[in-house]
């Protein structure tokens, strides 16, 4: 069945950079893939969304510091994240939208602090 994966999570002072990547088992028909996060007692909130045309929308509050990317014939989704502020830090979950269902990561945690 069809699993999703995070990684790249960790560590990192403010301003800094990270990249997360998220790779999807299988072939999936989707529509889009997507970052999510959520931190501790907080919703979860869409971060960056892509579709299967590279159309992108961000959180207004990563719009210009983050980017995110789909290569490898759409099984894998990337986020590069630049300028990282402290209220980036959250628990970011992959995200992969298909015709049927929504298929969900577990997720990699990102803690930005000095």
């Known amino acids: 069945q069809v699993q999703l994966v995070e990684s790249g999570g960790g560590l990192v002072q403010p301003g800094g950079s990270l990249r997360l990547s998220c790779t999807v088992s299988g072939t999936i028909f989707g529509i889009y893939m997507a970052w999510y996060r959520q931190a501790p007692g907080k919703q979860r909130e869409l971060v960056a969304r892509?579709?299967?045309?590279?159309?992108?929308i961000y959180l207004d509050s990563v719009k210009g510091r983050f980017t995110i990317s789909r290569d490898n014939a759409k099984n894998t989704v990337s986020l590069q994240m630049n300028s990282l502020k402290p209220e980036d830090t959250a628990v970011y979950y992959c995200?992969?939208?298909?015709?049927?269902?929504?298929?969900w990561g577990k997720g990699t945690l990102v803690t930005v602090s000095s």
């Open positions: 892509i579709t299967t045309g590279s159309t992108t």
């Open positions: 995200d992969a939208k298909t015709t049927v269902m929504h298929y």
